[in-house]
């Protein structure tokens, strides 16, 4: 069991420390210690070379609250068609539907849409870290105050939600749950046209 506790870390891409596979080290089987040991090292790979991935980009999440702070996460993006997709690294609907949109998200982002990703701090730190190492985007991971805030001024009841906001800053699409990437381009495409 102790084994197991340590092992659950890998889930969001934290290696042991040293003091952690010391004490691993002790157990009677002496397989644990090398399981651990080598899953840890496989670990610390993954994070170099996920750290050298290109095509995201991590914002400072502006110290505003409520209407100002979609606000300010939106001012660098004005005049652009944006899609906004709240999530979070433990939601497999989420890590689902960005994988089944990755195709479609390629054309769309060569015409200029830009693709924002919004999660709070129940994400892992390292586990979010590797995993928009392979989401090309705008990243922001707010406080849960801040991601609250926001899912309540859309009334959104969990992840993933969506919004799009045309060239002019407006809101014209809004959900809770992925409708599909059929949908989602052709709101999109409309939108570029407009």
């Known amino acids: 069991m102790t084994a197991q506790s340590f092992a659950g870390k890998f889930q969001e891409f934290t290696p042991l420390t040293e003091e952690e596979l010391n004490f691993v ?9 090398t399981y651990l040991s080598d899953k840890s090292k496989e670990i610390v790979a993954i994070n170099e070379k996920n750290k050298l991935k290109g095509g995201y980009t991590i914002h400072e999440v502006p110290q505003t609250k409520g209407e100002q702070l979609l606000a300010d996460i939106m001012k660098p993006f004005e005049g652009k ?8 690294t433990w939601c497999s609907p989420c890590r689902s539907a960005i994988k089944s949109f990755e195709e479609a998200k390629k054309g769309l982002k060569e015409k ?32 849960p105050s801040q991601f609250d805030e926001l899912k309540k001024k859309f009334n959104y009841r969990g992840v993933p939600s969506y919004l799009i906001i045309n060239k ?27």
């Open 25 to 33: 080290s002790e157990l009677k089987d002496p397989f644990f210690y």
């Open 81 to 88: 068609v944006v899609m906004i997709d709240f999530w979070a």
């Open 112 to 143: 200029g849409v830009v693709f924002v990703y919004l999660t709070d701090e129940s994400s892992p730190i390292n586990a979010w870290q590797n995993m928009i190492s392979n989401i090309p985007g705008e990243h922001y991971r707010l406080t």
């Open 168 to 194: 002019k800053g407006e809101q014209v699409y809004s959900k809770t749950g992925f409708e599909g990437s059929s949908v989602i381009t052709n709101i999109l495409k409309n939108e570029l046209n407009k």
